[in-house]
């Protein structure tokens, strides 16, 4: 006859029950003597209960064991998620120093045409004085040519007469 565990209250709070299949499991051996902590004292005309014993301890050693790998899944899941973390610190360490050498490294290309720029602008100024000081030397010359022309009649009455 199975039986319907549904409707029992539990024999103790379940952190004491927890607490001692947890030291049932850390023990090096299962011994099913230790299980004799769970014994009830029942009364004689409940024998029926006697007989389902040892289902109940296979029970509960199932339970204890299910605890353990559970307990295990835990810990090696806490260990993977800090190793987990370690790795993504270290790569996030790397990955900043990436992101300030290529800052480094675009500031000095912005420099670098700056400069260039500031440099062919004063050779395009250097180039543009070049043909103010031509313009301004055709038409000093122009002025001085003009000069002459206008002043070689004098000049030349001026030069008979002192003659």
């Known amino acids: ?36 902590d769970m014994d009830i004292d029942l009364p004689p005309d409940l024998e029926w209960i006697q007989q389902d014993k040892d289902k109940l301890r296979e029970l509960v050693s199932q339970m ?10 835990v810990h090696e899941a806490q260990s993977d998620s800090a190793r987990a973390r370690a790795l993504m610190e270290g790569e996030q360490a790397l990955m ?19 400069r260039m720029e500031n440099q062919i602008e004063q050779i395009n100024l250097d180039k543009g004085n070049g043909t103010h000081l031509a313009i301004v030397g055709v038409i000093a010359g122009l002025a001085s040519a003009v000069t ?9 009455k001026l030069v008979e007469m002192l003659l």
């Open 96 to 114: 900043f120093k990436q992101i300030q050498t290529l800052n480094s490294l675009l500031k000095k290309q912005v420099e670098t045409f700056t």
């Open 148 to 156: 002459l022309i206008v002043l070689a009649p004098f000049a030349t």
């Open 1 to 36: 006859m199975p039986i319907d565990i549904s409707n029992i209250e539990p024999l103790a709070s379940k952190s004491i029950m927890f607490e001692k299949a947890m030291r049932r499991a850390q023990a090096p051996i299962m011994d099913p003597r230790s299980y004799e």
């Open 64 to 73: 204890d064991s299910a605890i353990l790998k559970l307990a295990k899944q």
